[in-house]
């Protein structure tokens, strides 16, 4: 037993050092500017964000902001974009404009991505003219905070009452930040596979605030565990992953991020990505954890014939991690690199609250090699990207 239980282990002890190179670390530039589309009469403004001096091929992910429709929401939440085109991609924040009514804007949203990439495939999207290298215009990531998260569950195919679909199959992840619960947006709950969110059959990684967890942005709504619901009612297709950042609500999410907040999301929806929109699944035990959050609860789901999420060590996937001591184990507890790993809850859904007893968290797996100095321009994650 002990023998065929040391293979999986020793190859996610791989992987993990694998996935310890830093993501290459690009001087990034902006770029605004705006399409038209004449079917909706509507203009639809959005800022790329692209490194400098690139010379492969590029992944494209798109950002939706929060909020019942802005002139200026390309602009906001940039540190998503930075620190995403500083590894290389080109990230796309999408301005959706107000719309006559709240239920057009639930339909506006999903149409303004769509029309986005139809525009990019087409080659008719202006682009920054020094956007080096080229683009995978395959398959998409999409990203977003509020009503952005509706937008990109949306997008992957969420059933919401009284709205057609919006599923747009280049869509292939999707990675909601304050997403909602039943009965805001057209989303219901009647039970398992009965609901909003059992049509999502691809990879998606959920980020929620402890503080927002148990009500809507406006406090119109409040139920306990209200903004996980879309994470427990996921149908088993595919990769799930959630992460519960405590202490933070609504704006602390968002536009009022910090920076450790804002390094947070922005790199480990980016560690993400990398795995399931580029297909490098070396990071896939990383994902969540790099920088870790103090205190946060973390949940992972694999598709049972062919997931990655549930084949890692803690803090993320296998409950019994290497060298465990049988007391730690019969105690749930277990030390995973210097964090303490108190498991939450086992099954085939695995869920960690991972703290640090000594210190506050921070990035601190230098003897991995994964956050230290880079001398070769790569970029340690952590690192604040270098916007010119």
């Not at 998409?140 to 009284?162: R, V």
């Not at 870790?292 to 949940?299: A, K, S, T």
């Not at 789901?301 to 019994?320: F, H, K, M, Q, Y």
């Amino acid at each position: 037993m002990t023998r065929s239980r040391s293979i999986p282990l020793l190859g996610a002890a791989i992987a993990l050092l694998a996935a310890a190179r830093p993501a290459a670390c690009y001087e990034v530039a902006s770029f605004t500017s705006a399409v038209f589309d004449a079917a909706r009469s509507r203009e639809i403004a959005y800022t790329a964000y692209y490194p400098i001096d690139f010379s492969g091929v590029a992944s494209v992910l798109v950002f939706s902001h929060g909020g019942t429709g802005s002139t200026f929401g390309h602009t906001l939440y940039p540190y998503y974009g930075t620190h995403w085109a500083a590894a290389g991609y080109l990230a796309i924040h999408v301005n959706h404009r107000p719309s006559s009514f709240p239920t057009p804007h639930t339909f506006d949203r999903p149409a303004d991505v769509s029309f986005v990439l139809d525009q990019l495939q087409a080659g008719t999207l202006p682009l920054p003219p020094d956007l080096g290298g080229s683009l995978d215009l395959s398959a998409f990531g999409h990203a977003g905070h509020s009503y952005g998260a509706y937008t990109s569950m949306a997008l992957a195919g969420g059933d919401f009452e009284g709205a057609p679909s919006f599923r747009d199959e280049r869509i292939v992840a999707i990675a909601p930040i304050s997403p909602q619960g039943a009965g805001q947006f057209g989303a219901y709950d009647d039970g398992p596979m009965d609901d909003t969110w059992a049509s999502i059959g691809i990879p998606a990684f959920d980020l929620v605030g402890g503080d927002e967890k148990d009500s809507n942005a406006l406090g119109t709504i409040i139920e306990p565990d209200w903004r996980l619901t879309p994470y427990e009612r996921y149908p088993d297709v595919d990769d799930k992953y959630q992460s519960i950042l405590p202490g933070l609500d609504h704006a602390q999410m968002g536009v009022f991020a910090n920076a450790s907040t804002q390094t947070y999301l922005a790199e480990n929806t980016r560690l993400f990505f990398d795995v399931y929109l580029k297909g490098e699944t070396a990071g896939t035990c990383l994902i969540g954890t790099s920088p870790p959050f103090e205190g946060q609860v973390l949940g992972a789901r694999s598709d049972p014939t062919s997931g990655l999420a549930t084949r890692c060590p803690p803090p993320i996937g296998v409950p019994e991690p290497p060298f465990a001591s049988s007391f730690a184990l019969a105690a749930g507890l277990v030390v995973y690199g210097r964090f303490l790993v108190r498991v939450a809850r086992l099954g085939p859904d695995r869920r960690f609250v991972v703290t640090s007893p000594n210190e506050p968290a921070q990035p601190r797996r230098d003897e991995f090699g994964r956050f230290g100095a880079s001398s070769s321009g790569e970029c340690p994650v952590g690192t604040r990207p270098r916007v010119r």
